[in-house]
């Protein structure tokens, strides 16, 4: 299995929650960088452990933090061969923790190295379906796309339209996501990840607690009833699907 999005960072414990990750199974991890310094921590991480890759970026809360130096050293951080995508970057109007003006900068000047290293882009997006969409159509078609933490049935047109890869984490397993796990019964198989955003959004069975990697596997398992497949092919496809987007090892 993989955890496709984790922000190991946030953690207290990483190495041991990465170790506690192997024991459940969970071989790979991409490890989520959201500022400049969450990026160069994760990025030291990856190199203790075997299995642990990076998503480098910018998120929307600190966009109104970002400057051009920023944005100057996260090109450098991205060229580590452990970084394998650029992101989370994207809009949150839910929280507005940062001028949309400025999210719209910062997420252009992402998606633009996403293009320019050949790099997959995550994103980031609530409440702001519209303008995200319309700024992914910005971006050159072989530059893949993943919406991680899906949580907008609206987006589900748009995604299967573009080809952009669906990620789903803890809150598809919420007894009142139906809407969730509909969209997860629609999501052509080849594009389909799993993740936990740990140590946010714990699925439901360790609902209340600290959520980590290990725990994607439940994520797996109500994906595989609500698509009616087998848990553990569904991991291994994810896990391919994975490897294949980020060019894992």
């Known amino acids: 299995m993989i955890d496709t999005h984790a922000h190991l960072d946030a953690l207290p414990d990483a190495d041991a929650a990465v170790a506690r990750a192997r024991e459940a199974g969970v071989a790979r991890i991409v490890s989520v960088g959201t500022t400049v310094a969450s990026?160069?921590?994760?990025?030291?991480?990856?190199?203790?452990?075997?299995?642990?890759?990076?998503?480098?970026?910018?998120?929307?809360?600190?966009?109104?933090?970002?400057?051009?130096?920023?944005?100057d050293e996260l090109r450098e951080l991205l060229a580590h061969p452990r970084?394998?995508?650029?992101?989370?970057?994207?809009?949150?109007?839910?929280?507005?923790?940062?001028?949309?003006?400025?999210?719209?900068?910062?997420?252009?000047?992402?998606?633009a190295l996403a293009a320019e290293l050949g790099k997959p882009l995550v994103v980031h997006t609530r409440?702001?379906?519209?303008?995200?969409?319309?700024a992914l159509e910005e971006l050159p078609e072989e530059v893949p796309v993943v919406l991680h933490c899906f949580s907008s049935p609206a987006l589900l047109g748009p995604a299967l339209e573009r080809g952009w890869f669906v990620s789903f984490a803890g809150n598809v397993?919420?007894?009142?996501?139906?809407?969730?796990?509909?969209?997860?019964?629609?999501?052509?198989?080849?594009?389909?990840l799993a993740e936990t955003d740990s140590p946010y959004l714990a699925p439901q069975p360790v609902r209340g607690g600290r959520n980590e990697p290990a725990n994607v596997r439940h994520t797996i398992a109500a994906l595989a009833e609500v698509r009616g497949?087998?848990?553990?092919?569904?991991?291994e496809r994810i896990?391919?699907?994975?490897?294949?987007?980020?060019?894992l090892p």
């Open 127 to 134: 409440a702001a379906d519209e303008d995200t969409v319309e």
């Open 39 to 71: 990026g160069r921590g994760t990025l030291a991480l990856c190199e203790r452990e075997d299995g642990v890759f990076a998503a480098l970026g910018l998120h929307p809360h600190e966009a109104g933090r970002v400057g051009d130096a920023d944005l």
């Open 229 to 235: 497949e087998e848990p553990r092919a569904l991991g």
């Open 173 to 192: 397993t919420y007894p009142k996501a139906a809407e969730l796990r509909w969209a997860a019964s629609r999501v052509p198989g080849e594009r389909l």
């Open 83 to 111: 970084a394998v995508a650029v992101g989370e970057t994207g809009l949150d109007y839910y929280r507005d923790l940062a001028p949309r003006d400025r999210q719209a900068r910062v997420f252009r000047a992402q998606r």
């Open 239 to 247: 896990e391919a699907n994975a490897v294949r987007l980020f060019g």
